[in-house]
């Protein structure tokens, strides 16, 4: 009886195990080809985009109507005239050179504004303020401002540009600064660096996740608002861009000319988000495993 | 090029802490973290500094780093005043975010040698030198974030004496490991202070850690911290953790800091906390 009720676990002799060599199929086995296709993710973004041309060509077979919504393959066969005849690449080297010195031009200002910001509490008061002021402030609305300050060549256009990409570039970077482990800075002022070499060496690069997101939503800013002014007031000094090919295509009612106008401007986007942008992440931050 | 360790010449206290008030801003207005700390660090001394939460040793800490100025009182190292941070005083934190992240193993360690200007040559072979010394020299290029706990402490004590300072100050460092990793981090930091002799200023909640670690330990008491006492612990290693000599010097630390407590029965509490 008593051994019944007892609760207690019964006392079991010890042993120890010589060690048996480890099997020899352990090693990590590589995945079959099927699933490493799909992980590396064109060709699970390819099915995407084959999907939304097939649902566009319907939709377009459905209406019938030229005019108002050519389909896929019209689009295509306009896309390859124009870059076959050699006119829309020249429209799109215009728009990307602009683009560029805009970008650029904003990118270096949010980088002053910003080390400013990180070195002294005047210069985090003047980004803060700034910001709040300028942000909201549509780019194209500074245009005809610029305009007439900067006369109707490229300089104006490069001035809305970097107005553009500066002002969110400048929130995304400082927000990244701010979110440094005080660690790392603490790190980094022991080993006697100074204000600037701070920001340099230890705030861009722990900051990075951040400035690389700030720089993608700079690029598409850049993007809209260039599109936009080349569509309001046309040409500049002669040479169109972008904006005015899809413009000027309306205008002739070649609407699949201007389908293809935009899909150029989609396909640069996707072009700069996967060659550049995410070239720049794996080789950083998810190299570093700051980022998946 | 001089990868060699540090000289030991014991003639005058090395860091001199006299009358040292702290005071920090807190939400609810200024904060007193300690008051009236003095204590002298020899050199080649393990030196600890115990308390509970709240005593202001890891403030005391900063402040030797030179990232906190104190209120009262003087902070002299070899005899000059602790002005800001400095290459003579490297701080080893608790965090594992102190590695930069985007730096392999051998970048993080030659980081701040080519901060200070030591030629690229001399940075690479210190730290060459002392990746070994800690054991990591198959890790050279791995990134931090591949790397265990235990490792990331090692390659941030690595740097730490690459830079040859004058004294070491560890945050805390082994308080996010787990107790196996930790205990293999002490016996680690015991052949490496006996091989080198760096002078050390450690601080810790655990006053196993402090009689493991340290040859002497400054106790403090919480809200502000002041000193409670100063303990010899030199005769403490890894393996008089169990003895009896170790465990009544566990039990009068414990007793001195939480008073009210019964000496008689502190030893079994007091190694546990």
Redesign the interface.
Known sequence: MNAVLRTEPPVRPEYVLPLAPAPADTAPRPYPLAVRLWQSGWPRKLVLLAVLAVVWELAARWTGNDLLLPGFLQTARALVDGVVSGELPRYVGVSLWTLLQGYAAGVAGAFVLTTLAMSTRVGRDVLETLTAMLNPLPAIALLPLALLWFGLGQGSLVFVLMHSVLWPLALATYAGFRAV?E??R??G?????GSF?IVT??LV??A?PAILSGLKIGWAFAWRTLIAAELVFGTTSGKGGLGWYIYQSRNELFTDRVFAGLAAVIAIGLLFEHLVFQSVERL?IR????QR | MNVLPFQVVPNAPLLRAQGVTIEYPAAQGVVRATHDVSFDVWRGDRFVLLGPSGCGKSTLLKAVGGFIAPRAGSLQLDGRAITGPGRDRIVVFQEFDQLAPWKTVRQNVMFPLLAGKVPKREAEARALYWIDKVGLSRFLDAYPHTLSGGMKARVAIARALAMQPEILLMDEPFAALDALTRRRMHEELQALWEEVRFTMLFVTHSIEEALVVGNRVLLLSPHPGRVRAEINSHQFGLHSAGGAEFQATAGRIHGLLFGDVDVADAPARAVQS
Request: hydrophobic letters at 50%; aromatic letters at 10%; charged letters at 10%.
């Open positions: 482990p660690t790392l603490m790190a002022r022991n080993y006697g660096l070499a060496q230890i690069p722990a990075l950083t190299r570093w495993g700051m």
